[in-house]
């Protein structure tokens, strides 16, 4: 079956640090993963998204890539704050349209 | 701007019960989802729609019935709540779930079955 896995550990890092967070796919080939941030007691929100025919992608502190060979995606915080602190989750779509999400990452930041 | 609302946002039932979860958005988007979120298990995704007219079952779909009342609005109903359906449940939408958009959560249910 289709499966979209992320580590279930938290990372913790020092404020300053670069924040670096998996996302796995198997048994299928998305055509883009999608990245999500979520606070404690809200929704998710969207970060970015990434095709598969782009390696990379940023947006100011952050970088994605996306790698079809290791069936991976990369998701980099860099100059890491304590607000950066959430769990971030990937996200994309599988056969008959589902949109599938993995089970998220928590990130704590440390001053 | 409201986005994605979802009603109510806290519930408490009786083994037994039935409720049906309200979801609403006003962005005009194609594509809605029901997800619940538990400990541990990310979202799972319990039913979708990928455009009015349409629904269909997801990982989770036991238990659970929707309804696409109209573009804007898709109700998650439980017939008959079990402890197991204790969960988190999110509502989300998306312009087109085919054209790779991004979805937009509710603030979420906190549902508890007692």
């Known amino acids: 079956s289709q499966k979209i896995e992320q580590n279930s550990e938290a990372l913790n890092i020092q404020e300053g640090k670069t924040a670096t967070l998996t996302c796995n796919y198997t048994?299928?080939?998305?055509?883009?993963l999608q990245w999500y941030r979520q606070d404690p007691g809200r929704g998710p929100v969207f970060l970015l998204l990434i095709r598969e025919n782009e390696k990379e992608k940023r947006k100011e502190r952050l970088k994605v890539t996306f790698d079809t060979t290791l069936k991976q995606s990369l998701f980099h915080i860099t100059a890491s704050q304590p607000a950066d602190s959430a769990t971030y989750l990937c996200?994309?779509?599988?056969?008959?349209?589902?949109?599938?999400f993995g089970s998220g990452t928590k990130l704590n930041v440390k001053p | 701007n409201a986005g994605v609302t979802q009603t109510p946002k806290f519930q408490v039932l009786k083994t037994g019960q039935s409720m049906t979860l309200q979801c609403a958005q006003d962005?005009?988007?194609?594509?809605m989802y029901w997800y619940r979120q538990d400990p541990g298990m990310g979202l799972r995704l319990i039913y979708y729609?990928?455009?009015?007219?349409?629904?269909d079952k997801g990982e989770v779909p036991n238990g659970y019935n929707v309804s696409r009342l109209n573009k804007r609005e898709f109700s998650l109903r439980l017939e008959s709540a079990a402890p197991s359906q204790t969960s988190v449940y999110f509502c989300?939408?998306?312009?087109?779930?085919?054209?790779?958009?991004?979805?937009?959560f509710g603030q979420g249910t906190r549902l508890t079955v007692v």
């Open positions: 989300a939408s998306s312009q087109d779930v085919r054209q790779n958009t991004e979805a937009f």
């Open positions: 048994n299928y080939s998305p055509a883009y």
């Open positions: 996200a994309s779509l599988g056969n008959f349209n589902k949109f599938y």
């Open positions: 729609s990928a455009s009015e007219g349409t629904t």
């Open positions: 962005m005009n988007h194609n594509s």
